[in-house]
């Protein structure tokens, strides 16, 4: 029997988003194919400063996700690739979960929504770039029917990532 899919809403981060974002990511598990630790607080006040101007220049940004009682539990959305290599001058949909939430569905049912919402704001196709030992953010690219189309050597940490692609 399939489990039902829990309720999720992305809303454009609030300043206040930042330190839910700092608090949430501040574990290892998380931070994994990220660098292995958090970010310092003005990394993530940038960051949602920054997609508050994404969403007011291309109608989509990584959203904060909020679970079904507007709790903070992550990020998903699209932005255009920041990295001077890889696909550059392309849309990639990324999400980043707390701990606690994972294994939940909340990821997939807001990865769904934003290739609706990049699809509406007239996207041709996105990109996910995923570490190649990263599974839980395989198998979402799988559910969204994303083709892996490139494997890569990150620059920084020399790790083998995955390209998927999804045309919309």
Known sequence: M???LPAVRLRVPV????????RLFDDPDVMEFHGGRAAELSVYEELTARQRRHDAEHGFCLWT???G???????TGAQPWPGTWGPKGEIEIGWRLGRAHWGKGYVTVAA????????????PGVVAMVDAGNERSIAVTRRLGMRLAEVFTTPKSERQGHCYRLEL
């Open 2 to 4: 399939k489990r039902a």
């Open 15 to 22: 300043d206040e988003d930042a330190f839910a974002w700092h």
């Open 65 to 67: 996700m909020l679970d």
């Open 69 to 75: 009682q507007d709790q903070v539990i992550g990020f």
């Open 112 to 123: 769904r929504e934003t290739v609706q919402r990049v699809r509406a704001a007239g996207v």
